[in-house]
């Protein structure tokens, strides 16, 4: 059984920063490509970014130079560190597993942790 729990949510200004966490249990974590999504009230859940098991990484454009994603294979945890947030970044936060191991490209949602809130005022 995969577990995902996410953590690091929160309300922060416009311009400032939040940095989340997912920690995973029940699969070899480090074989495994990660990724962030996001869904805010009333629109579809998108990709934010994906780290792939051989530490590969790629960004929504929306992100782009103010996200960056990270892995602590030792530590079972990939991180979302957000810089430079809008009020626009408002949405609950999900990171998942690729279906897949040992995948360097694409992602395909295997597993979902339960989300966190994240909130920028303006």
């Known amino acids: 059984q995969v577990q995902l729990v996410e953590s690091g949510g929160g309300l922060v200004q416009a311009g400032g920063s939040l940095r989340l966490s997912c920690a995973a249990s029940?699969?070899?974590?480090?074989?495994?490509?990660m990724g962030w999504f996001r869904q805010a009230p009333g629109k579809e859940r998108e990709f934010v970014a994906r780290?792939?098991?051989?530490?590969?990484?790629g960004y929504a454009d929306s992100v782009k130079g103010r996200f960056t994603i990270s892995r602590d294979n030792a530590k079972n945890t990939v991180y979302l560190q957000m810089n430079s947030l809008k009020p626009e970044d408002t949405a609950v936060y999900y990171c998942a597993t690729d279906s897949q191991g040992y995948r360097d490209y694409g992602f395909a949602p295997g597993y979902w942790g339960q989300g966190t809130q994240v909130t920028v005022s303006s």
């Open positions: 780290i792939s098991w051989s530490a590969n990484t």
């Open positions: 029940g699969r070899t974590f480090s074989s495994y490509a």
